[in-house]
């Protein structure tokens, strides 16, 4: 009975020979990024390459964003984690006439690790002020019971 769990077991294990990866946005972008050529490239062209971008900048709308993030599941040992293996972003300046005047390629060694402040703010306000008081008051309001009147 032993040896027939170990077999099962070992038979599960090589059952996932492939990895699982999940893409996200436009696929293969460094051979299309390739393509393209500054002041001759217009954004026709660039929507049959790339298709749809996948955002738009907020601020003009003549900067257009693509991205391709590309993530595999890591071993069986490691419960399921997942690691990223692209990420790649390909930024495109589009002037007036439709022609690419700007391009940018931004992959994984571009991330860059932020490090975020552990100091908090402090009140202004002071906890026995009228403000506070009146909140207070309304909270204890809206948090009691309902008293209902009893019906003869």
């Not at 971008?53 to 907020?58: E, F, V």
């Not at 997942?82 to 994984?108: A, C, P, T, Y």
């Not at 306000?125 to 909270?139: D, P």
Request: aromatic residues 8%; proline residues 2%.
């Amino acid at each position: 009975m032993k040896y027939i769990l170990i077999i099962i077991f070992l038979s599960t294990l090589s059952c996932a020979k492939d990895k699982v990866r999940n893409n996200h946005g436009t696929l293969s972008l460094e051979k299309k990024y390739n393509k393209l050529e500054i002041k001759k490239t217009n954004s026709n062209e660039i929507l049959d390459i790339f298709g749809p971008p996948s955002t738009k900048s907020n601020f003009d709308n003549n900067i257009w964003i693509y991205i391709e993030r590309k993530k595999a599941n890591r071993s069986i040992f490691k419960l399921g984690t997942q690691k990223i293996e692209h990420n790649n972003i390909v930024i495109i300046e589009i002037n007036k006439r439709g022609l690419v005047v700007k391009k940018d390629f931004l992959d994984i060694n571009d991330m860059k690790d932020y490090k975020f402040s552990e100091n908090s703010t402090e009140t202004s306000y002071n906890k026995n002020s009228y403000i506070s008081g009146v909140i207070k008051s309304i909270k204890t309001k809206i948090d009691a019971p309902v008293k209902r009147k009893k019906t003869k």
